[in-house]
């Protein structure tokens, strides 16, 4: 694609990225087959390519409007498009930077102004995140359904941990919400690794991977994040901790991204390297070990919902279903499965009408095959379809552990 950035443009940290970017793009189409507000409401700037090009006209010099804002912020950063994309467009570096240049040219109405503040400000604190949740559920008759919803039906207390005993030790980011919305779900995972021969090793200075503050256009804050975090895991990889693992597939799709934001940073760019060959979402551990020495032993009927982050930024697709096929779960099939639930981080509170519009097509397509349980790889999207009140919905790994002989 022919562009023409203007020299404000030029002068921007990531200009040159940006410029790159938007020359990659051949404006073929292809990732509007795949969007998923595209397909919802079939407007050319509610799909990758208009988006590519509000972007474009932005970094050119043209007006910036709260039009353009909004078809940025209804972009569930889903990554789809780049899986479609015949010509290997980073689309998401891409966003970030417009999103950026028009939120500084594009004030917020107060009411979203306060709500991303909100969001940023309670959402990356585990504790206080912890105790409003339970004091939500406290009070769950009282609720509205939007913050009912948000609340999951049933919280299974976290059972606990084996002792560190094994040789192979890896590390564990323990995430913002999913304490406090599923705390056995770390739990389950030090439990199955344990089995394994691996220990978890706890780094409890290590805490938001900083994808909140990042995507809520808080960028700085959210580096910082990531700065703090590889400090607090600096030490245990020096002494050889083989892996960072995550349970949710959000936060592992942004630790991986960790080299490329710092890479600029003399500081940090070798350490963010490392870090981010070292993270690992959970199924590719499990998926190079001797699982089927587990002894799981289930005939419940599973569906898998595979997260973009998973099958899109972290390219995992069919991972998850790999390793509980040979466990010997049952799996229904799901169309349509490359398709975004809806939950995509904070976007279900951003954008609740099209989140709604997503997740009730997803579970659709989910309970097609008539499951008893869905199974999940991100807390945003556990939670999310857990919300439809419909079929129960958990992360895979408390199923492995529970069925464990």
């Avoid at 604190?125 to 913050?147: C, D, I, K, M, Y």
């Avoid at 490392?274 to 089927?292: F, G, I, N, W």
Wanted: proline letters at 6%.
């Amino acid at each position: 694609m022919q562009t023409n950035l203007s020299e404000q443009a030029k002068q921007l940290p990531r200009g040159e990225e940006a410029e790159s970017i938007l020359r990659s793009c051949v404006h073929c189409g292809f990732c509007n087959a795949t969007c998923p507000t595209y397909q919802l409401l079939g407007d050319e700037l509610d799909g990758p390519r208009g988006r590519i090009y509000l972007i474009k006209q932005v970094l050119e010099g043209n007006q910036v409007t709260a039009k353009t804002q909004l078809h940025l912020d209804r972009c569930l950063t889903c990554r789809n498009c780049e899986t479609t994309c015949p010509s290997g467009v980073q689309y998401h570096n891409l966003l970030d930077i417009g999103r950026a240049v028009v939120d500084a040219a594009v004030p917020r109405p107060l009411g979203e102004r306060v709500l991303r503040e909100s969001l940023r400000a309670l959402v990356p604190r585990p504790a206080l995140f912890s105790a409003l949740t339970q004091v939500g559920q406290v009070f769950r008759p009282l609720l509205p359904a939007s913050l009912k919803n948000k609340l999951p039906r049933d919280i299974r207390v976290a059972k606990a941990r084996p002792l560190p005993q094994h040789g192979r030790r890896v590390l564990m980011l323990e995430g913002c919400v999913q304490p406090g919305l599923s705390p056995n779900t770390n739990a389950a995972t030090a439990r199955v690794l344990d089995r394994l021969g691996i220990s978890v090793t706890a780094v409890r200075e290590a805490g938001c991977c900083g994808a909140v503050d990042y995507h809520l256009n808080a960028q700085e804050q959210g580096l910082q994040r990531a700065r703090r975090n590889i400090d607090a895991w600096w030490p245990a990889i020096e002494v050889g901790a083989e892996a960072i693992v995550q349970t949710a597939s959000g936060c592992g799709a942004f630790v991986k991204d960790y080299a490329h934001m710092l890479k600029d940073d003399p500081a940090y760019a070798a350490k963010a390297e490392r870090v981010s060959a070292l993270a690992k979402d959970l199924v590719e551990v499990l998926r190079a070990e001797p699982v089927e020495q587990l002894g799981v032993r289930s005939d419940l009927r599973l569906a898998f919902h595979c997260p973009c982050t998973l099958q899109h930024a972290q390219k995992l697709g069919g991972a998850v279903e790999d390793v509980l096929s040979r466990l010997g779960f049952h799996l229904t099939a799901v169309p349509d499965s490359h398709l975004c639930c809806g939950s995509a981080g904070t976007y279900s509170l951003t954008q609740p009408e099209l989140s709604m519009q997503l997740r009730d097509n997803k579970m659709n397509a989910l309970e097609s095959g008539k499951p008893e349980v869905i199974v999940t790889a991100n807390i945003g999207c556990q939670t999310h379809l857990d919300g439809a009140g419909r079929t129960p919905v958990r992360h895979w790994i408390e199923l492995v552990e529970e069925a464990l002989n």
